[in-house]
Each structure stands twice: as structure tokens, then as C-alpha cells.
């Protein structure tokens, strides 16, 4: 691509450089009458829709060759090998020729299956029988395992019909004789359960799901354009919208971690696309919502069917139906990229998530291809004319590159001109500004410690549990998309499989915009961080409450120490100090826009705030705000001699803690050094709170969780200063609380879990549980730990 760039000749980078939303089919069409004629361009089209040139097609070769590896490994007991060699195999294995290629799908499934049942992975590994019996209903091996694994599970009524079919379905002598003896064990393992056999609770299987009854109501602002309000007052905590997506992308990192489907992390055993070697979907059904219904689609061999009695006739079509998928008028996102093209997998993910919206759009008007037409998304706000000339040209040539890829796919004759390739520079463009970051919670426990310390934790999770978000896919919400931005949010998103879910953290009433955070907050960044980082990604000047308002958080977030230790003014430095008189700016009614007495008089500020401020800094209204001053006694310090000394102790803090020999030498110098910061920054500086953290780690690792607890306490100290106490970044701060807690037996953990539980029962409601199932563990074992030894 940078190559390309550098060689479309200059004046029509300027041209491109120079050009709105007016004149971009011109710009559109000059660079399409340069590029159709281009050698290299022509050549890098070649390359991107060619299966052979990727290799991201099926290879039988490749796959009988992993296929013995994971035999060999198998045989050695090398189970994670093995199951590592399988799978390989499956991905580039030919599923939907030959009788002989679909014979060794099946055989892949059922060794694979062999090694999950090995590894104690028995849902797994049914789920692979059932793979294989799909592709072949009379396979006995497969049968045979499938018994053995619902045996393991106490599911001896279906093991011994497994058992029996596979009977039935085995031609040799020696194979049956296997067979009756292990349905012998059965028989009487189900004799000796005297009770029934425990079925497994799968009630997560079905989500909870709650109405949401909240009419919103689209608004206009002069500052935002279009937004969402709601209609009425709306309690904390209440679902406001579901929707799904219109189209959807995982991100690259993710590809081998997660489903390319429904993006919930990939279970042991990941099935992948029956016509190319890209995606892993989690099931069978994702694979099929993805790739439509030509996956997974066998002819199967009913021959056996007819020696059997009915009941079991019915339990083997049961055994091999694919659970239904909720199909409406969903579409296949990942068909016309399919069959080992390497375009969607080379090219970046909102180019390909383009290319899908568009296809979209195609179906969903009955393959119409004439013009694009975009539909129910075409409103969708963008900031081309904003765009540098860098991304102007990007665009142009990437959206060139799109349309000539479609246009190999079966079914797409899109129309390449001036009009539709500047149609896909805007559709691009609309993706940079609404597209939203599908997200996973992921629940981390450290277990190191209790490897190390084993004695000293009664909680098996470890001394500390930690919450991240992971990034996995990238989506477009025609509704959703009218979200607008603020740094300081009234609703929270999350995501469940695919289906945005938006939840208000906080009252709402009638009329009021309901606001998200597209990512930076007040507490995390302060304001002139956030403000850049919005104008760079997403091309807006925030007009949030945060950004325009003055606020506590902003001030203090980065402040330093006075220089005298025994006073508790704050000392700002110049970019923070300008970027606060920019607000006040914009404030109409301040004559003295540098005094603080006429900051506090102001009655368009939220005064509640501004009192809470000047109460808890003391500020002496009259000092002027300069950089370096105490905004309390006027005393002077020098910020760059106080920066690089702050610098150095976190530079060195940190690196006592990254060292992988934590001793109580480095411990005492990170306390030495936590000192300084806190007699150099101000109390409630964030880099304080971070230093907290970090040594709550530290402590943890060697062992000494008192001090732990104490350090993580004051981390969570600072926090509640910066956000609100019932942000949740204060819950996820009570994770890693309550699990040094619990392996210290402090009765402060019963707390601690109720009041993370309460804070992430308001971010996300009836689902908590099922996006964090750890935290219910949690619960139950300080409950039950407490109670045990009535603690509490
Ligand atoms: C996802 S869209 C939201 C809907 C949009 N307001 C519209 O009219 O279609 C994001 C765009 O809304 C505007 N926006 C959202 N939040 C904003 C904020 N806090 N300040 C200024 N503009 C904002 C920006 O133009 C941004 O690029």
C-alpha cells in the first residue's frame, strides 16, 4: 500500500488531498482512470483475490502429514500436542468434495475427540463425536467414544445407546467384542450410581434476558448533531437498547482466540471453515451463520439406520442435529469472502467490515447491484473533509482496491466508477467514526502464588484476581451509532456474543442525552489527553460536561505536592492550567476569567463540584492560577526539576516490581520511592494510585498479603476521588481486593464483595453472572468461608 501511494503522481494527490464530500466522485474517478492502468496496481489485485497465491485454501497434503504428527504425539501421551496437530489438520483438511476427504474430517474429529476425552475435556469431546457423525451417522468409532464420554459424564442411558449403535455400525469381530465389554462397564457403573445421574446445570446456556421498555427519542444539538434521549426518567441500571449488528469483524490479534462469529473466546474444540483455512467459529452453528448453509451440509449415510429399532433410529438424528440457528434475514458475512481468497484476510479489518456492510446492503435488497445503496446506514455521520491527506488518499485507494475484490467474489458484479468508489470512501469514513469495539471481560487469577504459597491461600482463585478488557471485534449498530460520546457517561456498553447491550449507571431523567464513553473518562485521563485523543480518532472536539465544565478529577489528576509537606494545596502545571482556562472561557457570564473567586462565583458551573473542589484543596481564592504556584499558599516549585525526580521513581518503582526476583532489597527501595512520589505529587494524583497498585502486586508476589491489602486500599482511596464511588473501575479495584482478602481471611472481604457485586450489578444489571462467572465463586466462597468460621 505505502508503495502504491508513493506512485500516484502528484497532482492528483492533491487533488485527493483537497477534496470534500462534493467533489469526491471526481477525485474518485481521476485516481480509478490512473490506477485501471497501473501495472503494480493490477498485480496487487491479482495477488489479493488469488487462492493459490496465500495458500489460505484446503491442502490434504498438510493435512494427512499433521494428522500422523498427531498421532505420533498421541501415542507418546503428548495429549496438547496432539490435540494442537488434529486441529491443524481440520483447518486445512478438503470438507466438501470427495467421499474419501470427508472420511478423514470424520477421523480427524474422532482422534481429536480420543485426546479431549484424555485431557478430561468431555463436553468436547462429544461435541466432536458429533462432528464426525454428522459427516458419517455409521461410523462405530465415533459412537463408541461419544458412549465412553457420556459415561465419564453419568450420562449412562445415552452412553449405553451409543454403545448400542455402534454395536450395530462395528463390521469387525474384535470390534464388537470391544464394544460389549466396555458396555459392560457401563452397565455397571450405572448400576453402583445409586442416585440418578446428575445432569449438568448448563442453565447459562439460556441468557437472562430482561425487557427494556424505554421509548428514546432522537435529539439535535448544534455541539453533537443527532443524539439519543430518553423519553422518560430512567432508574439507574436499566437495559435502555439491545440491538445486533449490522455487520461485523474480529479483530486480527484475535483470530486464533476467538470465534469469528459470535467472538466469544474459541473452546478447545474450535471447528474451522469448511472452504477456506481462515476463520474458527466455536460451533458448528456459528460456522454455519457465518458461512451460510453450503457449511457442514453432508450427505449422510443412513445405511445402518434401518437395522435399528425406532427409539434408537430417533436418538441418532437427534445425536446429529446441528442446534437451530436464529437465521431470520441474517447474513452470511463471511461467504463471499470465502473459498482461500486472501483479500479478507490481508486487508485491514475496516476495510473487510466495509466490504461485508456492503455486501449486506446487496442481499438485503435482493442482490441488487446496480448503484450502492446503503439503506439504514447511509445517515451515518463522518468527518471526510476533516480527514488528513494522508487517510484522504488511503481511503481512496483501499475503496478502489474493495470494489475490484468484490467484484471476483460469485454474485457481485459491483459497478466500479467515480460514483461507487467514492460511495466506499464515505462508507469507510462512517465506519471510522461509528464503528464500536466489541469487547470481552476476561476474569485473570495470578495462581502463581498459590503454587509458591500454597499454604498460605484458602481460596483456590489466588491472592489476586484481576479484571481486563479484552479488544476482539470491530461492529457497525445502525441504531447504536447515534450514541453520542462523553467523558463523563450516564450509560455503559457491553456486549453478549454479538448484541450490543447499552445500561444507565446512573438516574436519567426525561430529556436528558444518553451518552457513552467512546474511551477516554474523567479520572482516567485528564482533559487535554482526552480531548486530543478524541480530535485523533475520531475527528470531534469534545463538548462533553467533562471537557467543558470544570471538575475536581481534571484538577488534580496530574497535580504535584506544594513544596511545603505540611500544606495540601495543589500545583498545576501550564497545559493543564491552560486547557481549565479554555473552560472558562467558554463560560459567558465570567468577567475575571483567571481568578478563582470568580470561578467559584459562577453560577453556570456545577457548584456542588467546584465546592467539593475548593473544600478538599483548600484553594485560597487569591492566588491567581499560574503554573508552579500552590493554588493555597503561593509557594513556588520547580516543575521540571519535580517531574524528572516523580519520573525517575516511578521508572524505578516499576522496574523493582517487573523484576522477576521480587525481594524484600527491591520491596524496601519501591517503598523509598513511593515516598518521594508522595512528597512530589499531589495525594490525589493518579500515578500515586498506580504505584498503590503496583506494589499491592509486589507484596503479593513475595507472599506478604498484609501489606498487599493495605497498599491496594490506598490505591482504591485515590480512585474513589477521581471517579465516582460507584464507577467501576472502583469494582474492578475490589476484585483484586477481596481475593487478598480472602487468602488473608479478612472479614473485610464480605464487604468488599457486596460492594463490587452492587457496582457491577449497575454496569451490567441480570447479566453480570453470565459476563463474569468467577465473580459468583467469589461471592460463594466468602460466604461460605465466613460462615464456616463465623469470621464475619
Ligand atoms: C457515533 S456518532 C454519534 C451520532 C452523531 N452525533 C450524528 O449526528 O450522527 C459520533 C459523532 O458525533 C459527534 N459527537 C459525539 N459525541 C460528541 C461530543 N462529546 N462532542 C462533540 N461531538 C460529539 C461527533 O461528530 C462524532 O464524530
Redesign the pocket.
Known amino acids: 500500500m505505502e508503495k502504491l501511494k508513493s506512485l500516484v503522481p502528484e497532482t492528483l494527490k492533491q487533488m485527493i488531498a483537497e477534496s470534500t464530500t462534493d467533489d469526491l466522485p471526481s477525485s474518485c474517478s481521476s485516481l480509478l482512470d490512473f490506477l485501471l492502468h497501473f501495472e503494480p496496481f493490477q498485480r496487487m489485485v491479482n495477488d489479493l483475490t488469488d487462492p493459490e497465491v496465500a495458500l489460505c485454501g484446503k491442502n490434504k497434503e498438510g493435512a494427512l502429514e499433521s494428522k500422523q504428527k498427531g498421532n505420533r504425539c498421541f501415542l507418546s501421551g503428548d495429549y496438547a500436542n496432539a490435540l494442537n496437530f488434529y486441529t491443524q489438520a481440520l483447518r486445512v483438511a478438503p470438507m466438501d468434495a470427495y467421499e474419501q476427504d470427508r472420511k478423514l474430517v470424520a477421523t480427524l474429529y474422532v482422534n481429536r475427540a480420543s485426546v479431549l476425552h484424555k485431557m478430561g475435556l468431555v463436553g468436547e469431546c462429544v461435541r466432536d463425536c458429533n462432528r464426525a457423525l454428522r459427516i458419517s451417522s455409521n461410523y462405530a468409532k465415533a459412537w463408541f467414544r461419544r458412549g465412553k464420554a457420556n459415561a465419564s459424564m453419568g450420562k449412562y442411558e445415552d452412553a449405553i445407546r451409543d454403545l448400542d449403535v455402534a454395536k450395530t455400525a462395528e463390521s469387525s469381530v474384535g470390534g464388537k467384542k470391544q464394544i460389549e465389554s466396555e458396555m459392560k462397564i457401563v452397565l455397571d457403573q450405572q448400576y453402583k450410581a445409586a442416585s440418578p445421574s446428575t445432569r449438568h446445570n448448563q442453565n447459562n446456556s439460556n441468557m437472562l434476558d430482561e425487557p427494556h421498555q424505554m421509548k428514546l427519542q432522537c435529539v439535535t444539538t448544534p455541539?453533537?448533531?443527532?443524539?439519543l434521549a430518553s423519553t422518560v426518567d430512567i432508574p439507574q441500571a436499566s437495559l435502555v437498547h439491545t440491538e445486533d449488528p449490522f455487520a461485523t469483524i474480529i479483530l486480527k490479534h484475535c483470530r486464533e482466540t476467538h470465534c469469528h462469529y459470535c467472538l466469544n473466546e474459541l473452546p478447545a474444540d474450535k471447528v474451522p471453515c469448511t472452504s477456506c483455512s481462515i476463520p474458527w467459529y466455536c460451533s458448528q452453528k456459528c460456522c454455519i451463520e457465518a458461512g451460510g448453509e453450503m457449511c457442514c451440509d453432508y450427505p449422510n449415510n443412513q445405511s445402518i439406520h434401518k437395522y435399528l429399532p425406532d427409539n434408537l433410529q430417533k436418538y441418532i438424528v437427534e445425536a446429529t442435529l446441528i442446534a437451530d440457528s436464529e437465521r431470520d434475514d441474517q447474513i452470511s458475512e463471511h461467504k463471499h469472502e470465502c473459498k482461500g481468497v486472501p483479500w479478507p484476510a490481508v486487508l485491514p479489518s475496516e476495510i473487510v467490515l466495509a466490504g461485508r456492510v456492503l455486501v449486506n446492503s446487496i442481499i438485503k435488497r435482493g442482490g441488487s447491484t446496480d448503484s450502492i445503496n446503503l439503506g439504514e446506514i447511509s445517515d451515518?455521520?463522518h468527518?471526510y473533509s476533516k480527514m488528513p491527506p494522508e487517510s484522504k488518499l488511503e481511503l481512496h485507494i483501499f475503496s478502489a482496491v474493495l470494489s475490484c475484490c468484490l467484484q471476483h467474489c460469485n454474485g457481485f458484479e459491483i459497478p466500479i466508477n467515480g460514483i461507487s468508489i467514492s460511495q466506499i470512501v464515505i462508507l469507510i469514513s462512517q465506519i471510522r467514526?461509528?464503528s464500536m469495539t466489541v469487547v470481552r471481560m476476561k476474569f485473570i487469577d495470578q495462581h502463581e502464588l498459590v503454587d509458591q504459597f500454597g499454604n498460605l491461600s484458602s481460596w483456590e482463585g489466588g491472592p489476586t484476581s484481576n479484571v481486563e478488557q479484552v479488544r476482539v471485534g470491530q461492529a457497525i449498530y445502525a441504531s447504536g451509532?447515534?450514541?453520542?460520546?462523553?467523558c463523563r457517561p450516564n450509560i455503559h456498553a457491553y456486549f453478549l456474543s454479538r448484541t450490543l447491550h447499552i445500561r444507565t449507571t446512573e438516574y436519567v431523567s426525561a430529556g436528558c442525552p444518553l451518552?457513552l464513553s467512546y474511551g477516554p473518562q474523567v479520572g482516567q485521563w485528564d482533559c487535554k489527553d482526552r480531548i486530543k485523543f478524541l480530535e485523533d480518532e475520531?475527528?470531534?472536539?469534545?463538548?462533553?460536561t467533562g471537557c467543558s465544565k470544570m471538575n475536581f478529577s481534571d484538577l488534580v489528576l496530574n497535580a504535584f505536592h506544594c513544596v511545603k509537606l505540611n500544606c495540601s494545596g495543589i500545583v498545576l502545571e501550564s497545559s493543564v492550567i491552560n486547557c481549565e482556562k479554555e473552560k472558562l472561557k467558554h463560560l459567558p457570564n465570567i468577567i475575571n476569567t483567571d481568578s478563582i473567586v470568580s470561578l467559584l462565583q459562577a453560577e453556570e458551573l456545577n457548584i456542588d463540584d467546584i465546592n467539593k473542589a475548593a473544600n478538599d484543596m483548600q484553594i485560597n481564592s487569591f492566588y491567581q492560577l499560574n503554573p508552579g504556584y500552590c493554588l493555597k499558599c503561593g509557594s513556588y516549585r520547580d516543575l521540571e526539576s519535580s517531574s524528572v525526580a516523580a519520573n525517575n521513581c516511578i521508572r524505578r518503582l516499576q522496574n523493582s516490581i517487573d523484576s522477576k526476583n521480587v525481594s524484600s532489597t527491591t520491596l524496601l527501595g519501591a517503598l523509598s520511592s513511593l515516598g518521594v512520589l508522595r512528597s512530589t505529587l499531589h495525594a490525589y494524583n493518579r500515578r500515586i494510585a498506580e504505584a498503590e497498585d503496583n506494589l499491592a502486586q509486589a507484596f503479593c508476589l513475595v507472599g506478604e498479603l498484609q501489606p498487599a491489602m493495605e497498599h491496594c486500599k490506598a490505591s482504591i482511596e485515590i480512585l474513589e476521588k477521581l471517579y465516582n464511588l460507584n464507577h467501576i473501575v472502583i469494582g474492578y479495584e475490589l476484585v483484586k481486593l477481596s481475593s487478598i482478602q480472602l487468602s488473608l481471611r479478612d472479614s473485610g472481604a464480605v464487604d468488599s464483595i457486596d460492594r463490587l457485586y452492587q457496582i457491577f450489578s449497575c454496569y451490567y444489571g441480570s447479566h453480570t453472572d453470565v459476563i463474569f462467572p468467577d465473580l459468583q465463586f467469589l461471592r460463594k466462597e466468602g460466604k461460605t468461608y465466613f460462615a464456616k468460621y463465623q469470621l464475619t
Open positions: 455541539e453533537k448533531g443527532k443524539g451515518l455521520s468527518h467514526v461509528n451509532s447515534l450514541f453520542n460520546h462523553s451518552e475520531y475527528s470531534f472536539r469534545c463538548q462533553c
